[in-house]
């Protein structure tokens, strides 16, 4: 078996597995007696399988490289990762209280604007925000959901806590390699999963598709969904097939849709088709020629007059980027307080706005202890970690915010959480027991009420002492399980 | 001041278009000092249209045409009332004073104070500014002023040397360009001055009591305005070096054209090119005797 | 069913049936070239003529022979028609229906297609012709096995078999039309060994040499061949039959609109065209004629179904 008792936490970093004393944390115990008694061979055996069953289900992430038919399956990692009833109470409570302090924000960016009139925001700063989409002023949503789908980044400190890292509220993605990789734990190790008592995750595409019918604008019985897809050449593509397969709507892309007397219709074989909600992954950029990007063919002219006039909803809406920007971000505690009058019960990393010459200065100083982000990016793109940046990336990076410091923030380092990992390489048995940088994206879901998926991706870091964990970017993922009270 | 106007806009498409998408901004604007007493979009082929007001309060007419169409024909006519301005009483106000309200106004100001697509705070617009930066005891207004004079003298009014899309950084680096090339260039500077500058579309109707007919791509006028202490939104003309009269008429406001244009439309089409041709006739009419209304200050005699 | 999805479906499966064709027209009359010795000076001429792609060819090619005709008409990607072409054509309409059809029938087209990515004309001289064309007959008999037996009688099995059938009652019209109007133009050697020769070789592309036999006996005649191949109503490749599958599968699409929708004019046209001949009348008459009937039909036929299914503008 990997060798257990060469796996030793680290003090500086907090293990999800196990303590200082090498004791399993609550809910890990399962996991570790039958996990890690496993002789290499039948590891060997499950990684062997789960591949298996990712290529067989199709689960890729790109790519119809020209003459390459090849595609690549996002790496899995089969130690899940487990989260206990108590600690995952808060974080669902957080969440929702979270994601509906962002829907409110937006919905009040968009219509009123009074957290801006009262200070709580700065108005320059949103109105600067690339994101903030002046079209959809005016535009009123049903049930005022500018929000219907979060992907909320979740980091664990070295104090053990859940801090906020990242907002998602645009398109965000990866809800079908949490769903898929539950389908593959649960032939790999039944038994396991069943004596832990892992709370399903499988109602996901069912919950969406109820939120969905609840945005649509007609009151009618049975709307018309589809879900808007780039196409094919999406990294995201299989999510659009997988989503829009399981909840049983309409894939659709541009050159399908047409709006006449503003409405949105699909061109089916029979005539027009009216759709009543749009599920769109495509950002808004692409969403309409008309107000947009005119050489968009992703998306459909007129649109945005559709949903002026309230024929069709979109989820999420136009311009609900304005919420995961990176400088916004450091507000969102206000906003919770601003909005429902609570604490916040989730904490965000502290976060230091560069368009302020005194915070600035101080970071120009030790710009090698933070991590600098561009506001406006999403995923690590962008990112310098100034402790593991060379001499002349820190410097492009002062030049940079000295350029532009509205478009930079700083965070301090975080130590994020570690997690056993399988690592395949040369030692006797092939593979090692490794820790490993892990997240979190649970997915929140905003219609008549919001609903939190008792689950969520846990991406981890393949490459050692990485941080960054996207799947571009030599990163892998886990079956993360919420064990039931 | 009573005009009739009538901008008509042709398409004529090599391969006939379809599915057009489009939206309108040809519709004078109400204020103190103008009065749109009639408008009416007429569109050929016919086709209903939906009106909303855009963010800037603009107000916008969208409409579509779905069947294929060898033509398209967009004439917007309207009866435009232009009164006098009263406007209210400057304030004296230095720089050095000026500049201490900034971070306010960046707020309740900032589409008008910062960058926009056409009027970048680029390298070329920064060193242009630098030449002629206001002085801390210098008077806003009277920058203002300053500033149009200057540009008007510094380059030189003609079509064909900058593009539609052109940025202010086009005619820094040609010398010379349209009105609305005026225009950005002016708003830059007076926005890196912390100036609030917005952009105005709209049309300059004839010095005498003739009809004026204009034919050719710009039909329409572009100029700016300045919020100035106490005298609020200010207007003034770059590419003729003076302040708005009665004979500008004010369509749309915005940060610069992107915002304004006074047709935007996408269409699908099988190839080939669409040849764009546009007409304006303004007309001034003599007033038509009306009852008298005591509210209305600028109630004067007929005009010859 | 949105549109662009019924038009993928349709070509992936009109392609397929396409690169079927072909490769058994080449097939069977390179065969046909080496056993009997060609009197003619172009003896690939009728192949070109039938497809119309003489001009094609004649800008790329400077002689018709075996090795041009064979890369022209197998391997030129440059060549819309060609059996490469209409696999990359069918792969490429497949990506956007992953979720339409089996993965067994995606991972087979994927192959074939990677697999034709890598041909070149040294295939021909290594393992040879003979078994270029087996293995690429293999393919396409799995692949219309899987199709059959994966996809359930659906709107998008119907588009497919639309595809199928079109081409098909046009490209066996087409191969009767290179035999009967093209090839031996000397009336004296009408019935002679080398127009036998060529009759059964017209069978054996349609794979019905044993089904003509079954039902005529050992005797080839050229008006039992040509109502095999036009008229028999339970021959898989006859024109007749297929058009009877087309009608079927498009009153199966009519059947799902919301509301009546007109009867297919170019569909009745041409199957008041079949139901009014029989073999003998259409010999006398002018086969030649007859055939380009047919494919003029189809033609109208395939505009008909464009404009009224699959057409997104």
Redesign the interface.
Known sequence: MPDWAAYKPDANVFDEMMDLSSQPRDGCAGVIDTMFSMPPAQFTEICARADRMFRRMGVTFNVYGAADGSERIFPFDPIPRVIDASTWATLEAGLIQRVRALNAFVADVYGEGCVLSDGVVPRDLVLGCPQFRRAAVGIKPPLGNFVTVAGIDLVRGADGRFYVLEDNVRTPSGVSYVIENRVVMTRLVPTLMRASRVRSVERYPADLLQCLMEMSPSGKSNPTIALLTPGPFNSAFFEHVFLSQQMGIELVEGVDLVCVDRKLYMKDVHGLRQIDVLYRRIDDDFLDPLVFRPDSLLGVAGLTAVLRAGNAAIANGVGTGVADDKAVYAYTPAMIRYYLAEEPILPIVETYLLRDPEVREQVLKNLERYVVKPTGASGGYGVVIGPKASEQELAETRERIINDPSAFIAQPVIALSVHPTIIHNGSESGMRLMPRHIDFRPFVLLGAKPRVLAGGLTRVALREGSLIVNSSQGGGSKDTWVLEA | MLLRICHTTRFEYQAPAYDSHNEARMRPLEGATQRCVEFELELMPNSSTFEYDDYYGNRVYGFSIHDPHPNLIVAAKSLVERMPAAPPPAIPTPFGEYLLEDHVRNRTEYDFLNASRHVPFSEPMRKFFWLAKPDPSEDVAAYANRIVAFIRDQFVYEPGMTKVHSTADEILSVGGGVCQDFAHLTIGVLRLAGIPTRYVSGYLAPAAKSMVETVGAQASHAWLEAQLPGQGWTGFDPTNGCMVDERHIRVAIGRDYSDVPPLRGVYRSHGGKQLMSVELQIEPLPDAPRPTDPSNSSNQQNQQ | ????I?SHLFWTARNLERAEWRARLLDVNYHLLIESPPRDAQPWAPLLAIFGERELFAEAYTTADDASILNFFALDIDNPNSIRSCIDNARNNA??L??YIS?ELWLDL?TL??NA?EWTPELFISPGVFAFFADLKDSFYRLSGILQSTIPRD?AYDFMQLGIMLERTEDVSRMLDVKYHFLLPRLEDVGGSLDILQWAAVLRSASGLEAYRKRFGNAIKIDNVVEFLLFDSTFPRSARFSLAMLETSLNS?KR???EP?PPSAQLEELLALMRSKRSLEVIKSGLHQFLLQIQDGCAALGDEVFQR??R??
Not at chain 3, 1 to 4: C, D, E, K
């Open positions: 069913m949105l549109r662009r019924a990506i956007s992953r979720h993965s994927n297609y990677l990515q709107i699409i799902e609109a919301p929708s299914y699959l997104t503008d």
